[in-house]
């Protein structure tokens, strides 16, 4: 069973590790089509927020709904519509980029004789489908596993720092790929500290600092100067 959506409603969010206060009262909306930049310093709660959308992260208090789904009893059926592509890439060196796409597809019961090579292809990677993925370069395997996060078609995807290892080309291509799921009805978050990268491709920012969200407004052009602002008078 899984539990379409079309937004996410974070209500008063926060999340304690002992005495230490991660993420604190955040509140905002994503919408189906929005890519939002989450951005903020080292230690801003970035990380801690991503784990809570993705359910693997538990709030501390606070509502997260998905859609009229709650969280909290709709687990599963949440977690089925959400990909996630962390700093801990999920894939087997051992394997080859063929077998690690296979090997994800069934666990999700999709068809991966059919998904497999059109996710090879997405990547750039279909000459070394049969390598192994202990060969490929940390950009090859950022691309490869962008989409093994994308195999079952989630209604949300969450990123933290996509862009780590990719040159000019590899940018490209994510950066079209996620407008292209934006556009076909995607929530797209993207954590990240490159700035001049996610110029022009998010549509909005949620700005974090010290666990509390400072802004959440439409991105513009200059996001740098935008966000040293936002900084400098919080």
Known sequence: MTA???RVDLVELSRRFGRRRAVWKVTFAAQARDIIGLL?????GKSTLIGML???VAPTSGTL???AADESGDGAAVRARIGLLAHE???????TARQNLTFFARLYGLDAARLVPAALEAAGLSERADDDVSSFSRGMRQRLALE????HQPRLLLLDEPFTGLDDRAVTLVSSRLRALAAAGAIVIVATHDLDLADGLVTRVALI???KLVADEP???GLRHRYRSLLSNT
């Open 4 to 6: 379409d959506f079309d």
């Open 40 to 44: 903020g310093p080292n230690g801003a």
């Open 54 to 56: 993705a359910t693997l």
């Open 65 to 67: 709904r998905f859609g």
């Open 89 to 95: 890439l999920h894939l087997y060196p051992e394997l």
């Open 148 to 151: 093994r996060a994308l195999l």
């Open 209 to 211: 600092r010290d666990g």
């Open 219 to 221: 991105a513009t052009p």
